[in-house]
């Protein structure tokens, strides 16, 4: 029988790595005069220099609010005009295709709580129906 052994991590959680703890003892006390030199460099030009003053200062943003006022969905037409809606704003540009496909996720949503309402009125209404031909039948 082969014997078993258990993963263990080769640092604890938390620590850093020997290369990284170097480097941040290279670097410091010398962070501000760097800053400096780089912001130096990007005003001479430097692409390199200016890009990375710009990605420091004005990171990417992963995603921003979406102003795009849809309308009230409460019926499967009013979902099917929102989803339209979408895809009209996509292709004028005023939202990314991402920014569609994610606004077509929460419509899509949105019908599936539809349904679960519509699906829950029905039996409802069909436990209403049994109950009162039980009642009614003596």
Known sequence: MAERHQWQP???????NKTTLLLEALL???GEKLIR???????????HALRLCL????????ERTIDLPL?????????????AY????????RITPGEG???????????RLLEAADHDRRIEELEKAVGQDKGGRR
């Open 86 to 93: 979408v895809l009209q704003a996509v292709g004028e540009g």
């Open 10 to 16: 080769g640092r604890p959680a938390g620590s850093r």
């Open 101 to 111: 496909q994610t606004m077509a996720g929460i419509i899509e949503s949105q019908t």
């Open 71 to 83: 309308p009230e969905t409460k019926t499967a037409r009013d979902v099917s005009m929102a989803l």
């Open 28 to 30: 410091e006390g010398e």
């Open 37 to 47: 030199k780089a912001v130096e460099l990007a005003k001479q030009g430097d692409p």
């Open 55 to 62: 990605e420091r200062l004005l990171p990417a943003r992963r």
